[in-house]
């Protein structure tokens, strides 16, 4: 039984959801369907790679995970079939895929879609779903499309360092309104150095300390923690961080530092 993950930025409001799922199980009875987000943020490719990136390392190997994100961004020639890690990714060919791995992955090939078929988003699914039923069936990833394809590259957004500060850019600001920040565990350690450390936004807000969890500080005060994906969070315990301290999330046309808005950025001072 194939296990498939379905990922878009459609929402659920009209039919398209629900016609997709059915055309995947008509080519693919014996498949399973998990959602992971029908919610994204149209064009906003940070926050997707950052969604798909933390859920897909936690699926079983040999998943295919489908990408409904932004995919018509230019005129669809091709989808892309990924292998990485164990895992397989359906995307289109806009830049997502190499954000989502945080490089090159380990095997690439491309789906051409039919010239003479209408380019929408049910052509795309089965599209990719044909490809899943062959994978199924047993024929060899390099077979079911073009080997070695050109593909658009996109780099996923780092951090900023300096030597004794990094900046990091909201990614995602959830539903309970905490703030997602593209600062890792592993980056803040490496730059820190054991050195105390500010972290500040929005001017004039500090924390000075790592919490656990939550519950940390009293009801109402601001924290900061590294979640469960080992990315840096700012919250209010009990309380609504990005509303009350007026922080938006990163997006794509904010990249040109001279135009990035401070509420954007998170600065954490080391020493």
């Not at 950052?50 to 230019?74: D, G, M, Q």
């Not at 979640?227 to 301290?245: Q, R, T, V």
């Amino acid at each position: 039984m194939a296990l498939l993950t379905l990922t878009s930025d459609i929402g659920e409001q009209d039919y398209l959801l629900g016609a997709i799922k059915g055309q995947l199980l008509g080519i693919i009875p014996e498949s399973r369907i998990v959602d992971i987000s029908h919610s994204l943020s149209p064009f906003n490719y940070t926050q997707t790679a950052y969604i798909c990136r933390n859920a897909i390392k936690n699926f079983p190997s040999y998943t295919f995970h489908l990408l409904l994100v932004n995919l018509f961004e230019k005129k669809p020639e091709q989808l892309l079939l990924a292998f990485h890690q164990e895992q397989y990714i359906i995307c289109a060919d806009n830049g997502l895929l190499t954000m989502i791995v945080e490089g090159k992955p380990e095997i690439v090939i491309g789906l051409p879609l039919e010239k003479l078929a209408a380019k929408n988003t049910m052509h795309c699914v089965q599209v990719m779903a044909a490809a899943i039923q062959k994978l199924q069936a047993g024929g060899d990833v390099q077979s079911i499309g073009v080997p070695d394809v050109e593909y658009l590259e996109k780099n996923h957004l780092r951090p900023l360092l300096g030597e004794n500060w990094i900046e990091g850019q909201i990614i995602l600001i959830d539903n309970f309104e905490n703030i997602v920040v593209n600062i890792t565990h592993e980056q803040f350690e490496e730059q820190r150095k054991g050195r105390s450390f500010r972290i500040i936004f929005k001017r004039d807000e500090v924390i000075s300390a790592i919490s656990e969890t939550y519950a940390d500080v009293p009801i109402g005060e601001k924290l900061a923690l590294f979640n469960s994906a080992g990315y840096l969070e700012i919250a209010i315990n009990k309380g609504n961080a990005a509303g009350l301290f007026g922080l938006q999330g990163f997006m794509e046309q904010s990249q040109n530092l001279q135009n990035r808005l401070f509420y954007q950025t998170v600065k954490i001072f080391f020493g």
